[in-house]
């Protein structure tokens, strides 16, 4: 039955609660223990089984308690504390005011992001890339960004999993009730939802607006759940990655198109744009066509106008992890802004490929980032490599170590994923401010001044309590599916609060080798029992594959097969439905996390860094952070960062490897206990964890580092693009026009060196060129030397690039540049030349990406000479 009217109804409050409403709308509580705590007490039954959704539980509870609590002046007390706390946070966030000199008028950041992983109770993320984005939010807020968020509201959210009797993953969808999460639903003026449209073909859809508090930044989120919408457009929010190839670029229209029409609808201008992944790409679409429409400009001034304030960070170190679109679905889709950019088929399908003669190629949702950004940036150092190999085929000629993506390594939010009782311990000794201090902060030196047996009797505590909780999360497990009883007692009475705990939580897919360590059975039977002795291993695993992803599935089938079989499921549990809550318990609870993907495969991994920051030690191949972390004093590296071309040779030798280290290393330092039973040693390398990560690895060092890379240098670029009726991105778009047209008339022609081919270190030569510029200017170009050592292919893969000195025209009309320079090295050194473009507007000269070198067998190399043969004029 359809009702002839809705009503939204709130919980009505006694006056004197009226501050838990405000509390439960800002998601500062999840990372504040004191206000958890303040539900908690409220109701502690309630707070459970509402997935700790204080909004939820304010709507269910009884007026009884309520108006009972509303005379408890203890109560009243930890309320009106928690109020001011929350107060006092939203007036003091100092970072930004006092590291952003001269910030933009109106500066504001907009993060675009598929999903965003806050808190159990908004289960609209999938794993660790919204997960990173929910923690980026939460240090924005934290250091007083004027950032916005922006994402879509998933009706079913991602899937909640359960095992059947075999093993097998199963997949629910529950409902996610946006009126009884803490979300506010945004009106216009006149009080009506507010909603935008999006142009799909043949049709209008619509979209309401809704948003998350996160301290002080807002997160954006669209809902096309509504009429008049029909049930397909209503469905475009309903799953996350759900859906066929259609489903995910309707998703992608919405969140990127449908993400810029909100903000305007917002009233909010942003001066920088952050696409988390290529998700959102199509913003750039819809930039320049508001740019082309309101503002007069050309495609091409629209280009750069609307680069200039484009960031992409890609999480993505494999070709098969991007969105790729077949172009005839992409002209079909976004047809409308090919015709209104007045380009061609071909030429507007460019912008998304690497190959733009390639008529056939799919089209990269990640390419098209890349085009339509300003900076770039992996989440790793080694992904940053890895990205750099992936797509520089974009800046043809020059050199991977120069391809311009830069690192900026992933971090996780301390106040979030570290244990109440961690979080008092380092607030008691490091002071109240370590979740955010920088590295080389003199608070960190007093990680070693907590005494042994507080720091290991804490850990202690955790690990009893994440005991409980998987024996809790079993049984209800149990229950759901109708287990035996003897199913349930098993599930009751799993696990030791005193054995030696290994975690291990990931998305299942199979390239992170969840079953690695079951690579030879005999001998981690024996590793799980103790090696006969009293030295016993456990482990506790959690994650979930893709709903399509049937080898996913399989690997959490067969460690589940292979614990009922060995009889060892008190030793290897596997929880299911990993989320943010369990996640917290066992980055607390276990005692060393395991990772061990296929390198270079994982990006990041930032599971490892929650460990650390508990005082967990990481075992893990040298991959994603773990690749830079000091991974010998707080932890054990599995190998020494090889890469393999067969598999199965490359199982065999990091499951001995991993095998060596348990039996040789993590066992015997676990359990060699002093007098007190306190493992000195294993303290130690816990301090250690905390010492060298707790700073590193923290959202905290990565916000900061994407304000001075990234935020700050787009708003600036695009303000300076944007003054003078957009006269400077008007002359730049004009000026790359003029490059591209006359940039292959320009050549080398002839090379002077002072010296002949035997030199020695530090013996000066002088390096003079002479080139034939055509239509440009010595204003158009920058000339360098390039230089480094030879290797055995006769190639210079890591030179040095020095600007040469422009000395004038020739007498033939040549510009001529010079250089002098010394080797500092030995060996084989060579040196070669090249001319970049450059421009006063231009942000970076790789941009254009164009690059030309000096051709050994097309230009003329003279020996012993100072100048080219033509005098100079």
């Known amino acids: 039955m359809r009702p002839i009217r809705t009503f939204n109804v709130t919980p009505a409050l006694p006056q004197r609660l009226e501050a838990l409403r405000t509390l439960a709308y800002n998601l500062h509580w999840d990372w504040d223990v004191e206000m958890v705590d303040l539900f908690r007490r409220l109701d502690g039954d309630l707070w459970e089984s509402s997935r700790y959704n204080p909004v939820l539980m304010l709507g269910t509870i009884s007026q009884a308690r309520l108006n009972e609590i509303a005379e408890d002046e203890g109560f009243l007390a930890q309320m009106d504390r928690a109020a001011q706390r929350l107060e006092d946070y939203l007036s003091d966030r100092a970072w930004y005011k006092k590291h952003r000199k001269a910030p933009v008028s109106g500066e504001c950041y907009a993060y675009f992001s598929m999903e965003f992983g806050l808190t159990t109770c908004m289960p609209v993320y999938s794993g660790g890339l919204g997960v990173l984005a929910g923690d980026h939010l939460k240090s924005a807020s934290d250091l007083g960004l004027p950032l916005v968020a922006v994402g879509l509201l998933y009706q079913e959210g991602y899937f909640a999993q359960y095992l059947n009797a075999d093993g097998w993953q199963q997949e629910r969808y529950p409902i996610n009730d946006f009126y009884n999460m803490p979300l506010h639903l945004e009106r216009d003026a006149n009080g009506q939802e507010l909603r935008i449209e999006v142009e799909y073909p043949g049709r209008v859809v619509y979209a309401r607006v809704w948003r998350v508090q996160v301290g002080t930044v807002p997160l954006y989120l669209l809902d096309t759940n509504i009429e008049p919408n029909n049930q397909y457009d209503q469905d475009i929010c309903d799953r996350l990655y759900g859906g066929d190839i259609d489903m995910r670029i309707h998703q992608e229209v919405m969140l990127g198109i449908g993400g810029i029409r909100m903000l305007k609808a917002l009233g909010l201008t942003p001066t920088a744009y952050h696409m988390n992944e290529g998700h959102s790409a199509f913003m750039a679409l819809e930039r320049m066509r508001v740019l082309i429409e309101e503002q007069s400009l050309t495609f091409a001034e629209a280009l750069q106008v609307a680069q200039a304030s484009q960031m992409f960070t890609t999480h993505t170190p494999v070709p098969a992890g991007i969105d790729l679109f077949p172009p005839e679905k992409v002209l079909h889709y976004l047809g409308r802004y090919r015709e209104r950019f007045g380009l061609g088929d071909a030429e507007f399908l460019a912008l998304g490929r690497t190959d733009t003669g390639d008529f056939s190629a799919p089209f990269s949702m990640a390419v098209l980032a890349i085009k339509t950004a300003t900076f770039i940036n992996g989440v790793s150092k080694l992904h940053a490599e890895v990205s750099r190999d992936m797509f520089g085929e974009l800046w043809t000629g020059l050199p991977l170590g120069e391809v311009p993506i830069y690192a900026i390594t992933n971090g996780v939010h301390a106040r979030s994923c570290v244990a109440r009782s961690t979080q008092a311990l380092y607030d008691r000794y490091l002071g109240p401010n370590w979740a955010e201090a920088s590295p080389g902060a003199s608070l960190w030196e007093r990680v070693y001044a907590i005494p042994d047996d507080e720091l290991w009797r804490n850990h202690e505590q955790c690990r009893s309590h994440l005991v409980v909780t998987v024996r809790d999360r079993l049984a209800k497990s149990t229950r759901d599916r109708g287990g ?41 039977r024996n590793i799980i029992n103790g090696n006969g002795g009293d030295r016993r291993v456990q482990f506790v695993i959690a994650g979930k594959a893709h709903p399509k992803d049937i080898p996913g ?37 276990c005692d060393v996390w395991l990772n061990n993907p296929r390198r270079p495969r994982e990006a990041s991994g930032t599971s490892g860094m929650k460990a650390a920051m508990n005082g967990l030690p990481n075992l893990s191949v040298l991959d994603g952070w773990w690749d830079e972390a ?14 393999y071309d067969d598999p199965n040779y490359q199982d065999d030798v990091e499951a001995n490897a991993l095998y060596d280290i348990l039996e040789k290393e993590v066992v015997p330092l676990f359990y060699d206990r002093d007098k007190d039973e306190i493992p000195r040693g294993w303290v130690a390398k816990m301090k250690e964890a905390i010492y060298f990560n707790t700073p590193q690895f923290n959202t905290a060092r990565m916000v900061k580092d994407y304000a001075n ?30 490059m591209a047209d006359h940039w292959y008339d320009v050549r080398f022609e002839e090379v002077a060196i002072s010296d002949t081919t035997n030199l020695q270190v530090n013996q000066p030569f002088k390096v003079t060129a002479a080139i034939q510029l055509g239509a440009l200017t010595p204003d158009d170009v920058q000339v360098e030397l390039y230089q480094g050592t030879v290797s055995v292919d006769g190639e210079i893969h890591s030179g040095v ?67 080219p043969t033509a005098a100079l004029v």
């Not at 596997?574 to 980055?587: A, E, G, K």
């Not at 990234?710 to 009726?725: E, H, M, V």
Request: net charge neutral.
């Open 484 to 524: 035996s009883t003897r199913e349930l007692t098993e599930a009751q009475e799993c696990l030791d609060p005193f054995v030696l705990t290994i975690g291990f939580a990931r998305r299942f897919a199979t390239y992170k080798r969840a079953t690695l360590f079951l690579h030879d059975l005999e001998r981690i």
């Open 630 to 643: 000091d991974y010998i004093r707080t932890g054990w590296p599995i190998g020494h960062g090889e890469d």
């Open 801 to 867: 690039a020095v600007p040469m000195a422009h000395q004038g025209p020739d007498a033939n009309g040549r510009s001529i540049y010079a250089l002098e320079m010394e080797y500092t090295a030995s060996g084989l050194q060579g040196l070669s030349l090249r001319i970049l473009p450059r421009h006063r507007y231009l942000n970076s000269p790789y941009d254009p990406k164009l690059v030309l070198w000096a051709d050994p067998d097309s230009v003329r190399i003279v020996s012993g000479v100072v100048t």
């Open 553 to 589: 599935k399989e690997l959490i089938r067969s460690i589940i097969h292979f614990t009922r079989d060995q009889g060892l499921s008190k030793s290897i549990v596997f929880v299911p439905n990993y989320d943010i809550h369990l996640s917290r318990d066992m980055v607390a609870g």
């Open 709 to 738: 890379l990234g935020y700050f240098a787009a708003s600036d670029r695009a303000s300076t693009l944007a003054s003078a009726s957009y006269s400077p991105g008007k002359e730049l778009a004009t000026w790359q026009a003029r």
